[in-house]
């Protein structure tokens, strides 16, 4: 079945340090991905999503690119602050689910430790 | 955006009693609910999927029976733990999911079972 892979962490940067999560997935037709950020205590936030092949999302300094031949949606950041401190989960839409009732897949979650 | 509110977000109660969980779609209708629970350190499992109107899809390996979904309207879903149990405690999200909007989440529910 469709899975998605993530890399293990902790990861503990230093501020302004480069940031890269890799995220791997398995899926049986086209789906979307999407990268999702929990801060301590809370729920899920959606922090960026890419749709079909070579898209790009991006948000707040984040970015990730749908690469359809190497089945990967890493996510990077140039520069990592303190408050990028939080759990980051890659996910897919199942797209055999169809319309409304597409279920979300997860990575199993990085926790990301900038220190200052 | 779409807002989806989630109480309580804290609770602690009893072994054997039971406990509802409401999420509601504050500025969108939300036709399809997702519940996911979280235990520490680890990913979020799919409990289960509940459509307004219809009985609530579960995944395998969960209780139907124990886990209760209700989605009476567009814009409230609830789930009860029933007969609670310590094991049962972990950190449960609900997510709704509109045509076009995406997928938006509840904050959480920390559950204590003592």
């Known amino acids: 079945g469709d899975s998605v892979t993530q890399m293990e962490g902790p990861v503990t940067l230093s501020e302004e340090a480069f940031l890269t999560i890799n995220c791997t997935y398995t899926?049986?037709?086209?789906?979307?991905l999407f990268w999702y950020v929990q801060y301590p205590g809370e729920g899920l936030q959606l922090l960026l999503k890419a749709t079909k092949a070579d898209d790009k999302g991006s948000n707040k300094g984040f970015e990730a690119t749908y690469r359809k031949e190497t089945t990967s949606f890493h996510l990077e950041k140039g520069s990592v602050q303190v408050s990028d401190s939080a759990v980051y989960f890659c996910a897919l839409s199942d797209p055999r689910g169809g319309g409304a009732t597409n279920k979300l897949i997860f990575g199993t979650g990085t926790l990301l430790a900038v220190q200052p | 955006g779409a807002v989806v509110s989630q109480h309580p977000s804290r609770v602690i109660c009893k072994s054997g009693t039971s406990v509802k969980i409401e999420c509601r779609s504050l500025?969108?209708?939300?036709?399809?609910m997702f519940w996911y629970r979280q235990f520490p350190k680890q990913s979020l499992m799919l409990m289960a999927t509940?459509?307004?109107?219809?009985?609530?899809?579960?995944e395998q390996g969960v209780e139907k029976d124990k886990f209760l979904i209700n989605h009476a309207s567009l814009t409230l879903s609830t789930l009860t733990v029933t007969s609670a149990h310590p094991e049962d405690s972990s950190f449960y999200i609900c997510?709704?999911?509109?045509?076009?909007?995406?997928?938006?989440f509840g904050s959480g529910t920390r559950l204590t079972v003592v």
């Open positions: 509940s459509n307004e109107g219809s009985k609530a899809t579960y």
């Open positions: 997510s709704a999911r509109d045509r076009g909007q995406g997928y938006t």
């Open positions: 500025d969108f209708q939300a036709t399809t």
């Open positions: 899926a049986t037709g086209y789906p979307s």
